[in-house]
């Protein structure tokens, strides 16, 4: 039996032990007793799967014999939530990940701007819940994808003190202009904000902070790339003004790019984080799939 994380409760999960080679939701499907495929796939969506302790919301991620998995079937509070442009991915006592649409703040901005800290506060509040949540990292409005929020000051001072340590894998997927030529690199240099708020690089010390960007090609056509990009550092605009840098800025970017706007959107979407709770140390994985529409574009 898997030892259960403190913020889960006893009784919270069903423990089973693989027994063939398949994939995760396959293999779910199969061998889950007394839940519904619907409400299977509602819960490997970040509602609370574990494989080998570590939250999984992939449906085809790979299992083998021996493997370990906790199958939550505790009804969660986000099952009264409803939004448009927020998402709950998972939540304990401690802190909430949510996948954010485009459209939308990370938080306030003024009174009347929509942000998701006013949508997770409104929801804590109709589930009776005695937190606010605590912004610990922003998206940009037009970035869609995954953040953390924390429920209590103490968790986020936590979180904010030891970032770069807590997160151990930061990835965005996002769609440029152009055919990349290398299938993958790394840019580094140094951001720094001008008076107009538009970052700008330098590859020596302009006294910004310095940015290191890994980034992996997936696929390409003849007008544009889909591309992984893997954050070493976490800057304001870092991936916007990187692509940039590239010559390939992301599509859709007012601000950085080059006119190409194929769908409509700013091209970018955090798809994957990874970080250690702050709290039981337990290793958290959290995947959101590509978004479609940067799918077709490619034909990936």
Not at 156 to 179: C, K, N, P
Not at 233 to 256: E, F, L, W
């Amino acid at each position: 039996m898997i030892a259960q994380n403190n913020y889960n409760k006893p009784g919270d999960y069903d423990h089973l032990v693989v027994n063939r080679d398949g994939k995760l939701l396959e293999w779910l499907l199969e061998n889950v007793k007394g839940l519904s495929k619907s409400k299977i796939k509602q819960t490997l969506q970040g509602r609370g799967i574990k494989v080998e302790s570590k939250v999984i919301t992939k449906f085809d991620y790979p299992v083998s014999p021996g493997m370990k998995i906790s199958v939550s079937r505790t009804k969660r509070n986000n099952d009264i939530f409803k939004s448009r442009y927020v998402k709950i991915v998972y939540e304990d006592r401690y802190l909430v990940v949510v996948e954010k649409n485009i459209g939308i703040l990370s938080m306030a901005a003024g009174h009347s701007t929509l942000n998701v800290k006013t949508i997770l506060d409104d929801y804590f509040k109709k589930s009776r819940q005695k937190c606010t949540a605590h912004v610990v990292h922003r998206l940009d409005r037009d970035t869609s994808g995954l953040m953390i929020y924390a429920k209590d000051k103490q968790t986020e001072m936590l979180l904010e003190q030891d970032w770069h340590h807590i997160v151990y894998d930061r990835r965005y997927v996002a769609v440029v202009s152009g055919v990349i030529e290398a299938p993958e690199g790394t840019i580094a240099n140094w951001l720094k904000d001008n008076k107009a708020y538009i970052t700008y690089s330098s590859p020596v010390d302009n006294g910004g902070k310095y940015a290191v960007t890994h980034f992996h090609v997936l696929g390409q056509n003849n007008d544009y790339s889909l591309v992984e990009y893997k954050l070493e550092t976490g800057r304001k605009n870092q991936i916007r003004v990187h692509s940039a840098d590239m010559g390939h800025p992301v599509c859709g970017d007012i601000k950085y790019g080059n006119g190409d706007d194929p769908i409509g959107r700013l091209c970018l979407h955090a798809y994957v984080l990874c970080f250690y709770h702050p709290i039981t140390h337990a290793p958290m994985t959290f995947e959101t799939p590509i978004p479609t529409s940067f799918r077709k574009l490619i034909k990936y």
